[in-house]
């Protein structure tokens, strides 16, 4: 099974290239045809849909709204420049 990534709002669009070698379905939120800024039910249900892992450094994504929900927390990348 492939893993599949969204990186959510507060991550750069920059982190989607480093990541792409790693993982080889990677993409940004803005880049997925949501309203921009999107609600996090939008994320959740499109990343559900599409059985992908949300990529966030949100603190206080919004767990009301789901029934099931892991927080991961990214280490700043840096690209060059």
Same mark, same amino acid.
């Given at each position: 099974?492939?893993?599949?990534?969204?990186?959510?709002?507060?991550?750069?669009?920059r982190?989607?290239?480093?990541?792409?070698?790693?993982?080889?379905?990677?993409c940004h939120v803005d880049?997925?045809?949501?309203s921009?800024?999107?609600?996090?039910?939008?994320i959740?249900?499109?990343?559900?849909?599409?059985?992908?892992?949300? $990529?966030?450094?949100?603190?206080?994504?919004?767990?009301?709204? $789901?029934?099931?929900? $892991?927080?991961y927390?990214?280490?700043?990348?840096?690209?060059?420049?």
């Amino acid at each position: 099974m492939q893993t599949r990534l969204l990186l959510d709002a507060n991550l750069s669009w920059r982190s989607v290239s480093i990541l792409k070698q790693y993982f080889d379905d990677c993409c940004h939120v803005d880049d997925i045809g949501l309203s921009v800024p999107a609600k996090d039910t939008e994320i959740w249900e499109y990343a559900k849909q599409q059985e992908m892992i949300i $990529v966030t450094n949100d603190e206080d994504y919004s767990s009301e709204t $789901v029934s099931f929900f $892991v927080l991961y927390s990214v280490p700043k990348l840096r690209g060059n420049e």
